[in-house]
């Protein structure tokens, strides 16, 4: 450890300094917020900049309390993408993020208490939370403080804290394994775009190629923006004709399944995201074929979830469609009963025809979401 922390210290004092106060990007002007700890290693130096003029819920954001260290680039990822999911959500939220994808993840069903929420969402791998950051859509209480004091935990963030919340994060005596937390107030949620059609310029993604190249995209958005939008699954085949799904989802399904899609914006794909009453249960990411990504969830289920809830009649997101019904078999006979995909497979009718044979409800979505961050 000590001569890693060496090499860190000599590379980033010879670097670092590359990094000037304001940059311009595409003809935009960005000015610096401060050097990072480093970037996604530490012997990767990193800076941080946001761009001038304009609101920026995570730019903009104020830490109440910080570490041994600043932040990393993986930390400044993670409070993104967790702040990318729980955006979403008019009811309290919690995302739970962990290397860029979400342990878990959950909204408040009923009088669940904020705090409920949040053990919802660590307790879809509570392996995995373990040195996570957290994400939440509104003010933290100290229920909930208390709560995520009793496991490490590398940062938190909110749109606000109460002031107990504030104590209990900065009693280090009480909570020695906490001690170093993170606490950040994010900017607006709303400054965020969430649907197609909402975003500018700014808000574009820019990806750098291994020789200096870039790409240059339009942010990951959805047209879903109710459980009105979900319809039924239709595809035509010249031996099948058209076929459509014909199960119903069960009541409570069709929320979990916009949220569940909402979920599966922010994870690597190959993705599925498997849930019930607003609780992930498993996330299947970065899987190179579809049912791997089913496979490895349904694993993750049996294998890692602490919560309280049954697999049977869960839902499951796929972020691109499943191209055989070898998916669809894998999650009906783990006892998910309700889907979601975008369409596009030749194989659409019999996709549907199958899943209408095992009694799953599959509602098509009017858009592949791949995040491959």
């Not at 990822?77 to 993840?105: Q, T, W």
Request: net charge neutral; aromatic share 8%.
């Amino acid at each position: 450890m000590a001569e890693s922390s060496i090499n860190r210290n000599t590379y980033l004092s010879k670097n670092v300094g590359s990094f000037e106060d304001v940059m311009e990007i595409r003809g935009k002007r960005y000015r610096k917020v401060e050097d990072l700890r480093y970037g996604t290693n530490p012997h990767q130096p990193a800076a941080y900049y946001k761009p001038e003029g304009l609101p920026c819920t995570i730019g903009d954001m104020q830490i109440l309390k910080t570490g041994k260290s600043g932040l990393s680039q993986t930390n400044l990822e993670d409070i993104s993408y967790a702040l990318n999911i729980v955006k979403y959500f008019d009811r309290p939220a919690c995302a739970v993020m962990k290397h860029v994808n979400p342990s878990g993840a959950a909204v408040q069903r009923g009088e669940e208490t904020i705090c409920d929420v949040y053990k919802k969402a660590r307790d879809c791998d509570g392996r995995a939370a373990f040195g996570s950051v957290i994400a939440f859509n509104v003010e933290l209480d100290t229920q909930t403080a208390k709560e995520i004091m009793t496991t490490f935990v590398e940062c938190v963030v909110a749109p606000s804290f109460d002031e107990y919340a504030l104590s209990v994060f900065n009693d280090s005596e009480k909570y020695k394994l906490n001690k170093q937390i993170r606490i950040i107030k994010c900017g607006k949620l709303t400054d965020i775009p969430r649907y197609v059609g909402e975003s500018s310029d700014a808000h574009n993604t820019v990806k750098v190629l291994a020789d200096g190249s870039i790409v240059i995209a339009a942010p990951l958005l959805t047209h879903l923006k109710s459980v009105a939008d979900l319809k039924p699954a239709a595809a035509e085949s010249k031996n099948l004709g058209t076929v459509v799904s014909t199960v119903k989802p069960k009541p409570g399904q069709m929320e979990d399944l916009l949220a569940a899609w909402y979920i599966n914006l922010s994870v690597r794909s190959n993705g599925v995201v498997i849930m019930k009453n607003g609780q992930t249960l498993a996330v299947g990411t970065g899987e190179q074929d579809r049912v791997g990504a089913v496979e490895q969830a349904v694993w993750k289920y049996n294998n890692k979830y602490q919560g309280n809830e049954n697999i049977k009649d869960a839902v499951m997101a796929s972020d691109g469609f499943f191209p055989f019904p070898d998916a669809v078999e894998v999650a009906a006979e783990a006892g998910v009963s309700a889907m979601i995909s975008p369409p596009g497979s030749i194989k659409d009718a019999e996709v549907i025809q199958r899943a209408n044979e095992l009694g799953v409800a599959l509602v098509h979505a009017p858009e592949r979401c791949f995040s491959h961050h």
